[in-house]
């Protein structure tokens, strides 16, 4: 078993690949009574063209097939395995991403006990023709409810506006029609190819024995069998670089104006470090350009132009990456004008300072020292990081190193007019 001290931030990160492949990493919490283990394959929503373990030729399975496994796991033939949880003492849950699935469970008791159900559910799969169907109509109602949530329209129709091709631009859960089309046969396949160990990792933080634990594990492993560890063979198609859309504005059932300008990352390519890099330094300069102590912040909120639902934000996984700035606005054009300026602005001359850097970086630096009292926090983020061979306790020694070249580098990737768009929920008014 592996031993990472992590000195600056006073952690120890346990960490072992067991004979099936399975990636196992523990870090021990001291003063915390909890414990909360989460179980992860690499398979998200965007994972819908793929060679099926076993064969030769790609596949393109249904949209919306990753979240319909996910839920169809819970179920079995001797019933909801969320009761196991409950007469144990712990809470559970699971969430699926654009490239993750995750089971998770909490508890201050009963351990082991619960670790066994959740490793053993989520490597015994059971799906029934009648159970499918069956959940098609509960997840049915679920995808129509968010079709009626105007700020889940308003995030998932950026990315729809800003990707032509990629299938992040896919709602997570899919369509009504697409879920339809899902079969057992469809499930087993997928879950054959994407839930083999080696493309899994399991995540334990909180009040654990890192020796006790990894050798439960690793004994309740070796009394499974799995087929030889297989690269799983993903294909995406080429994304353009410019925009899909410019402008998209919809119609609903909204009190005010909500409005969000997306602007999509020409560099999609890194993993690693420089994936790190890339990823903080966009995050640094959008708190210096957009963050609540910014000129831009100051003047929009002077002039009504934002409100508490403002917000700003930027994702970046393998192969695809966004930033947003979003408020609910009475003017959407006059927003639209000021933060295009801001960004043209810098595009054209670059005005970021060492001294903005150094502010921007010592808040970020302590958001995230923050961040690490929750063990949820960090076991969410450090299997997305991992998956993107990135480690999350690292954000703090590569934010200390940051330049100013580094975030002017990073800004040209989003910086492009070409690559922006609009997305506007409107009370009244023609869908575009």
């Not at 594990?217 to 670089?241: A, C, M, T, Y």
Request: proline share 3%.
């Amino acid at each position: 078993m592996e031993k990472i001290v992590f000195d600056t931030l006073q952690e120890t990160l346990f960490h072992d690949r067991l004979d099936n492949g399975l990636n196992v990493f523990i870090l021990p919490k001291r003063g915390f009574s909890k414990t909360y283990v989460t179980f992860t394959t690499k398979y998200g929503s965007i994972d819908r063209t793929f060679i099926p373990r076993g064969k030769n030729d790609f596949v393109t399975v249904p949209d919306g097939i990753a979240h319909f496994l996910e839920h169809k796991m819970f179920d079995k033939k001797e019933g909801d395995v969320f009761q196991k949880f409950g007469m144990l003492g712990a809470s559970a849950n699971a969430f699926t991403s654009f490239t993750r699935t995750s089971y998770l469970f909490s508890t201050t008791e009963n351990l082991y006990e619960n670790t066994k159900v959740l490793l053993d559910f989520v490597q015994e799969p059971y799906f029934t023709k009648e159970k499918v169907d069956k959940e098609k109509g509960i997840i049915a109602q679920e995808i129509t409810m968010y079709d009626d949530n105007p700020d889940w329209r308003n995030y998932f129709g950026t990315i729809e506006s800003l990707y032509k091709e990629h299938p992040v631009r896919i709602d997570i859960a899919g369509t009504v029609e697409t879920i339809e089309e899902i079969t057992a046969e469809h499930l087993y396949e997928c879950y054959e190819t994407f839930y083999h160990p080696s493309n899994m990792a399991v995540f334990v933080i909180g009040a654990v024995d890192p020796d006790e634990m990894m050798t439960f594990i690793k004994k309740d492993q070796d009394g499974k069998e799995f087929s030889e560890p297989e690269e799983v063979s993903r294909d995406f198609p080429e994304e353009p670089l410019e925009a899909f859309k410019k402008k998209t504005v919809l119609e609903m059932d909204v009190q005010r104006p909500k409005f969000n300008y997306g602007m999509k990352c020409n560099r999609t390519n890194l993993t690693g470090d420089e994936m790190l890099v890339q990823d903080l330094s966009i995050h640094l300069v959008l708190d210096i350009l957009f963050g609540r102590t910014s000129e831009f912040y100051t003047q929009a909120y002077k002039d009504h132009l934002i409100d508490e639902t403002y917000n700003y934000d930027f994702t970046q996984e393998k192969g695809f990456g966004f930033a947003m700035v979003e408020s609910d606005t009475e003017n959407p054009s006059a927003l639209e004008a000021a933060i295009r300026k801001t960004i043209q602005s810098q595009a054209g001359n670059w005005t970021v300072t060492e001294a903005d850097l150094n502010r921007a970086r010592k808040r970020r630096i302590g958001q995230f020292m923050r961040s690490l009292n929750s063990i949820e926090f960090i076991s969410n983020q450090f299997m997305q990081y991992n998956f993107n061979d990135m480690n999350l306790f690292d954000v703090v020694p590569t934010l200390e190193k940051l330049t100013i070249d580094d975030l002017k580098d990073a800004f040209t990737t989003i910086s492009d007019e070409a690559s922006h768009t609009v997305m506007e929920i409107i009370p009244g008014g023609k869908e575009g």
